[in-house]
Structures are given as structure tokens and as C-alpha cells.
């Protein structure tokens, strides 16, 4: 009976149901502790923000649930013959996600990354409904989305994304803007001086990885104006999660310090940190203070303390200690130290603290984390002091092979998206299943459910899926499902447009390869010979699907001016001339093997113009321009030299990703600027070195190329200063009508395959490259 009373206690102090199950995850001191008045005041405020002309139709209430709703519980009730709709929830996030249930699936509305659809009908539909949410907790972001999408967010832009949270019923979301001023304030006060932090901290563009010790001082250093602008808006942006009742994560100390402090310190205990990727020593490999040391208790716990003065806490920290990079020492009771040192650090400040960390170490390293390294490092803190994110549940989890984390509570997580790159993609059938397996797994310590992306505004419709699995039991039928995320995306009930939606549920949505798909398309990645990326899904319909969309833009006008599907008209189009470009680089393959220079600058001239088209259609999309990107960076300087540094920053990170191309195109953006001004001009630069090629009856120098590449066009076009259009210019409809024209037939002539002609020229070849001898085996054994 004590138990079953700390269920439905007014705070949600609760001892979670698997108690039944014979123990239990004692995460009690997850709720918030913000008034009920202040959460409905917040979400009152929201659908003003959302729905100024109507929010007088709608009255918010926060008041605690039943038991059986530890969970929490939103509640919608309007009875007809009365034009209020009364909101109920067991705190703010609830009564946002209840309204947004209710405008979703009685109003038939959508609030997405790209734009909203409210057409809400003049007499707001009848409802009784109350919902309980299947799980304690609803998580939001990697640690690499506030580099990847959220790096240049001001106060306006962060208001929508928090609004976008509450009414998605996020109640967990990360909030790691602002830290570097408190590591400032640490390590000064530890002795360092502001040179040796300038050598540490990276630009702003690029703070996921510094931040998790991959590496250091890459795009920055950081200014003073950086600093005081990241605090104050990391004040906002806490003050208005916990206004809805949400429990914001903070960061903790992982054992990455600067390499400064072995100067300070030189008698602790240090280990240089392998290198990530191919980073040169100039940047790579922070100082990893060994956990036994008391230094790493003091600076983790220091960096605690500092940070709660400065914005409380809610006592949720994240900390990833092995990101991609494997501890020093592979030994159980290492790992174990280092976990145990960690934890100790926030709780010795915060006796409260739970240890939130990334399960993606578990997933990128399987065969280095193995089952007895796993269970040291897990079982390093008590049990329900770590709360592990399952990162790709979705498609690989972990929580299976770990035994459900050997007892400590997980999030089953969708991560999905790499990079925050563009391309239509998505593993939909399997999410829901998925969801439901980790719920019913035996023994199963799942409480909660997670968005983890690299990158938002992209797929707007996986994630809306995933994030109705935390009031869905049971997955729902999908063809009915596409049918009504239609309705509520555009506003506009159309057969044709459904019929289009169904050929892109079974095929680019429909990925059961079980692969990570990373958005790599052939005209975004550094051009090469014989390269051909991964896909699970026949090119032709999404072609097929084009064809739809084209045809419903020119004949629906209500279609046709909803926003929403301006939108996918531009995404869609873009897919299909991709799918284009690939089949003229498969030609263009053809003409190299035979050696005809001629018929190889026909096709290429096909190519580049392509490019250029795609270009303008981005140029009429507002989610699809580098200018905002690089206008949303600048905004940030206050100086000449931050605005340019920023620029860089931002430049760099989507295109070369490091100083000499270490992680090149990973964040790749097809937007206006970057296709027509980096992308166009290297497949020149490829497409003329083919030329030279033939012309000289020689080898393709892929080495002399890539330098070439590097240095006319890559490099160059993170230092330009080019300025870009901040609004789309253009009609997206008109342009992609014309664009569909001219190019849709390109790909019906080219249904053949005729890269197998070129098989025997190159049959007697003994030197053919790596890349050569992979395609043509795949030519030979029909894998093409």
C-alpha cells in the first residue's frame, strides 16, 4: 500500500511498476517542481503563441491524475452546445500534449519542423477523451543536434522548439547551451589561463565533439560576447522548459580535460586520448584525467556546483565517457572505476543525481563493448542512478544483448538521421513493433520512449510516428495511418495525393535492411569513379510518386497553396532529380569505359545542368537555403572577426568537417548555394580530369584529383564570404512543374542498363582499382 500511495502523490513521486518484476528503479526524484499554476499558465501561453485568434476556445487546467496514471494523463472535454474545450493534465508537458491530440486527431491539424497546418473547422469538434501515457519519461535530442540544427538558435527560434516539445509530450529534453562559461569559470579557478582555453574549446559549430572529448580547440576559440550571450540564453530556455514541467538534462564531467591542466597538475595522473578519425595532433586528443585520481573528483564536482549556483538543477546530468573513443584500458575493473568516478562526481554535490548517458557506445563498438565490459561500466552506479539511452533501438537495440542494461532503465530511442543530411528515408513499419517489443521484454526496464536524431527538419513523418508511440499500445494499421497523416499534414482530403503517399510508404519508408542509412547520394558526395551509395528502395517509385505530386500541384489548387505541401513538392522533386542525376552518372561511366570524350561531355552537360536546376528549385523552399544557415550564424558576432569566424564555422561543417576533409560531406545540405556553388563545381572538376583522362590515354589519378578538388573548391568555399538569400525566392510549384518537364523523361529513357556494355571493354584489365573491381563485380552478378 505505501507504493501504490507514492504512485499517485500530487509530485509523482513514484517507485516505477517494475517493482513486479522484483525490483525497483528508484527514479523518484524525476519530476518537476514547478507550480500547477505556472505549468497552465505556460501552455496557455503556447496556444496563444500558436493560435492567436482562438485561444480563448480553450481553458488549462494542470491538476494531479488517478491512480494507475503515474504515467501522467492529459483530458479533453467539449460538449456540444458549449465553444470551450477544457484541458486537463498531470502537468504542463501533459496539458500541451493533451491540446495537441486533440488538434492533431479530432482537428485533423499538424505543427511540424517544416510549417504548421491549422485549419481548425469554425465550430471546434465535441470530445471526451482522457489518455495515459504508457511511460514516465518522453526524451528529445542527441548531443550531436545542438550542433547539427540548434548551434545558431536564438531566443525566438528556441520559444518554437520548446512549444514543439510540450505539445509533442517531450518531458526529458537535453538543454546544453551556455556550458563552456561554467568549464571557463572551473578551469580558471583550477589554475589554467584563458590561452590554454582557447586552445580548448572548439567553435560553436562543432561543441558535440569537444564536448565529449573527441577532440579540442577545432573552429574555435571562444569569445567573452559568446559566453555572456549562451548564458543569458540558457537562462530562457530553462526558465521556460520548467515553466511547462519538463526536467531539463544538464551536462557533467567525463574525465576530458585540457591539455593545459598536465602543466598545472603535473603530478596527477593523465592519458592522451586515442585519435577520432584522422584529426592531427593540433587537434585530437584531449588529456583523459585518470578516475582514481582525486583531481577527477574535484574538477567534476566543482563543474557541478558551479552549474546548479548558476541554474539550479533537476538533478538529470549527462555525461558520455566513451564516445567513439574506447577507455584507455579494457580491464572490467577500469571500466568500472571510471563509472563509479563519474557518478561519484555529481553526487557527491547532488546526492540526488542521476547519470543520463548515450547508449551509442554499446551499438558503434558491439565487438570492443563486450557483455562483461558492458555489466562493468552499467553496474558502476547504483541501480536507477544511470538512465541509458537505447540510441537506435529503431534499427539495432541494445537493450537485448545488455540484458535490459543489466537492470539499470532505458529509453528506447529513434535516432534515425546522421548529420542532419537531406533524403527521403525511414524504417516506419518496424517502429511501432519495436516499441511495443521493448515494452514487453521480459524483465524489460524500459520507461520511456526518445527522439535521438543528428538532425531535425528533415522526415518530418518518422518522427511524428515515433513520438505517437508514447500513448499507442498497439501498432496501427499503416495504409490508414499514411491516409490520415495526409489529411492533417496538407489540409486537403485528396485521393491522388494519398495514392502518392502509399507508393513512398513502401518504398523509401519502408527500409528493412537493418542498415544505418546516412544520407549519402551520389551529388553530394565528393565525386569518385565507380561509386554507387547504398539504397533499399527501386528509384522508380519515387519517379512514380513525382509523378503524383507533380500532377495533384496542377490540378488541386487547395493543394497547391497549402504550405506543407509546397514544401514536399520541393523535397520530392529533389529526391527524383537525385534519383536522376545517379542514372546519368551510370552513363557517364559507360562513356569513360569506351573511351568517347564526345558522348562523355553530352552527358556530363546533362549533369551540370541538373545541378543548377536543383539549385533554383532549393531557392524556393525557406528549409532549404544555406542563407539562412549562414545568416543564422552571423547573427551571433558582435565583431568582424566572430562573424567571420562563425561563418566558417558553419561553412565547414556541412561541406569539409575538419581541416583537411576528416569527416568530408557526413553533414552534408542539399540547399540552395551549396549545390550550385560546392557540389556543381566538383563534379566539373571530376568531369573534366575524365576528360583529360581519355585524352591522354591514362589512368584516373584518384589521389591528384582529390588534392585538385580539395584545393579549387572545397577549401575555397569554406573561407568565401558569399553572401546567399535569407528568403526563398521563386514560385516552388511553377519551378518544379517546369523542372518535372524537363527532366522526367531523362529517367524513362533510361530504364536498360547499359553500364553492362562497358563489362567487356574492361575485362582484360589486370589493374584496376579497389573501387573498379567492386563495380564491376556488382555489374557482372546483376547487383546493380
Request: glycine share 6%.
Amino acid at each position: 500500500m505505501f507504493f501504490r500511495n507514492l504512485v499517485w502523490h500530487p509530485v509523482l513521486v513514484i517507485c516505477l511498476l517494475v517493482i513486479q518484476r522484483g525490483f525497483c528503479v528508484p527514479l523518484d526524484k524525476i519530476h518537476t517542481r514547478t507550480s500547477v499554476e505556472i505549468q497552465a499558465q505556460a501552455v496557455t501561453d503556447l496556444i496563444g503563441r500558436l493560435l492567436p485568434g482562438r485561444a480563448n476556445e480553450f481553458d488549462v487546467k494542470v491538476e494531479p491524475g488517478l491512480p494507475g496514471e503515474e504515467n501522467g494523463y492529459f483530458q479533453i472535454e467539449k460538449v456540444s452546445g458549449n465553444a470551450t474545450v477544457f484541458v486537463r493534465g498531470s502537468t504542463g508537458v501533459m496539458a500541451a500534449w493533451g491540446f495537441h491530440y486533440y488538434l492533431t486527431q479530432f482537428c485533423h491539424c499538424q505543427v511540424s519542423w517544416d510549417t504548421d497546418q491549422l485549419n481548425l473547422p469554425a465550430v471546434l469538434p465535441d470530445v471526451s477523451v482522457r489518455i495515459t501515457s504508457l511511460d514516465k519519461l518522453r526524451y528529445y535530442q542527441n548531443t550531436c543536434t545542438v550542433s547539427y540544427s540548434f548551434a545558431w538558435f536564438q531566443w525566438p527560434r528556441w520559444e518554437r522548439e520548446i512549444d514543439w516539445m510540450a505539445m509533442n509530450g517531450i518531458n526529458l529534453p537535453l538543454a546544453f547551451t551556455g556550458q563552456e562559461i561554467i568549464w571557463q569559470r572551473v578551469y580558471l579557478g583550477l589554475g589554467l589561463v584563458q590561452a590554454d582555453l582557447d586552445e580548448h574549446f572548439s567553435g560553436p559549430a562543432f561543441f558535440a565533439w569537444q564536448r565529449m572529448g573527441n577532440f579540442r580547440g577545432w573552429g574555435g576559440p571562444l569569445s567573452d560576447n559568446w559566453h555572456q550571450a549562451t548564458l543569458a540564453l540558457q537562462h530562457k530556455i530553462l526558465e521556460r522548459m520548467r515553466a511547462f514541467g519538463m526536467i531539463p538534462v544538464l551536462p557533467a564531467f567525463a574525465g576530458h580535460v585540457p591539455r593545459a591542466m598536465e602543466r598545472v597538475y603535473p603530478n596527477t595522473s593523465y592519458t592522451y586520448l586515442t585519435p577520432w578519425v584522422t584529426f592531427e595532433d593540433q587537434y585530437c586528443c584531449p588529456l583523459f584525467v585518470q578516475p582514481t585520481e582525486p583531481l577527477f573528483t574535484e574538477i567534476g564536482t566543482r563543474f557541478i556546483q558551479e552549474m546548479i549556483a548558476e541554474f539550479g538543477t533537476d538533478h538529470v546530468y549527462n555525461c558520455d565517457v566513451f564516445n567513439e573513443v574506447p577507455p584507455t584500458q579494457s580491464d572490467p575493473d577500469f571500466v568500472s572505476s571510471v563509472g563509479a568516478s563519474v557518478y561519484s562526481a555529481m553526487a557527491t554535490t547532488d546526492p540526488d543525481a542521476i547519470w543520463l548517458m548515450q547508449g551509442w557506445l554499446f551499438k558503434s563498438e558491439a565487438a570492443y563493448w563486450t557483455p562483461e565490459l558492458s555489466k562493468a561500466l552499467l553496474t558502476s552506479v547504483p541501480q536507477g542512478r544511470m538512465l541509458v539511452l537505447d540510441l537506435q533501438a529503431e534499427i539495432n537495440p541494445q537493450y537485448i544483448r545488455l540484458e535490459s542494461f543489466y537492470g539499470q532503465p532505458f529509453v528506447f530511442c529513434l535516432l534515425h538521421n546522421f548529420g542532419g543530411t537531406l533524403g527521403l528515408n525511414g524504417a516506419i513499419p518496424t517502429i511501432s513493433d519495436r516499441v511495443i517489443d521493448a515494452r514487453n521484454f521480459p524483465n524489460s526496464t524500459m520507461v520511456g520512449t526518445g527522439l535521438t536524431m543528428e538532425g531535425i527538419n528533415q522526415n518530418y513523418i518518422v518522427y511524428d510516428k515515433m513520438l505517437e508511440m508514447g500513448w499507442r499500445n498497439q501498432a496501427p494499421d499503416l495504409n490508414q495511418w499514411y491516409d490520415e497523416y495526409t489529411v492533417r499534414r496538407y489540409g486537403v482530403d485528396s485521393s491522388a495525393i494519398k495514392s502518392a503517399w502509399r507508393i513512398l510508404q513502401t518504398s523509401v519508408y519502408n527500409d528493412t535492411s537493418g542498415r544505418s542509412f546516412h544520407g549519402q547520394y551520389l551529388l553530394t558526395d565528393r565525386p569518385a569513379l565507380f561509386k554507387f551509395p547504398f539504397i533499399w528502395y527501386n528509384s522508380r517509385d519515387v519517379i512514380l510518386a513525382w509523378d503524383s505530386f507533380i500532377a495533384s500541384a496542377l490540378t488541386e489548387p487547395m493543394l497547391s497553396e497549402a504550405p506543407n505541401f509546397r514544401h514536399d513538392v520541393i523535397d520530392v522533386t529533389r529526391q527524383s532529380m537525385s534519383e536522376i542525376f545517379s542514372q546519368l552518372y551510370g552513363r557517364l561511366l559507360v562513356t569513360y569505359c569506351d573511351k568517347n570524350v564526345t558522348a562523355l561531355g553530352e552527358v556530363a552537360r546533362h549533369m551540370i545542368d541538373l545541378l543548377q536546376d536543383l539549385d533554383n528549385l532549393l531557392q524556393t523552399g525557406p528549409k532549404f537555403l544555406l542563407g539562412k544557415w549562414i545568416s543564422d550564424a552571423k547573427s551571433w558576432g558582435v565583431t568582424e572577426g566572430e562573424i567571420l569566424q562563425y561563418e566558417w564555422n558553419a561553412r565547414n561543417q556541412i561541406t569539409l568537417w575538419g581541416p583537411r576533409g576528416e569527416i568530408l560531406d557526413y553533414a552534408t545540405k542539399q540547399w540552395a548555394g551549396v549545390v550550385a556553388d560546392y557540389y556543381k563545381p566538383r563534379w566539373e572538376v571530376f568531369i573534366r580530369e575524365l576528360e583529360i583522362t581519355i585524352e591522354e590515354n591514362r589512368r584516373f589519378n584518384s589521389t591528384a584529383y582529390q588534392s585538385m578538388v580539395f584545393n579549387a573548391v572545397e577549401k575555397p568555399f569554406t573561407f568565401s564570404t558569399k553572401i546567399y538569400p535569407v528568403v526563398e525566392t521563386g514560385d516552388p510549384i511553377v519551378t518544379a512543374a517546369i523542372l518535372y518537364d524537363k527532366w522526367r523523361n531523362i529517367y524513362q529513357l533510361d530504364n536498360d542498363n547499359p553500364i553492362t556494355d562497358c563489362v567487356a571493354l574492361e575485362e582484360t584489365k589486370d589493374d584496376r582499382g579497389d573501387e573498379e573491381k567492386r563495380f564491376f563485380y556488382l555489374v557482372e552478378n546483376s547487383e546493380m
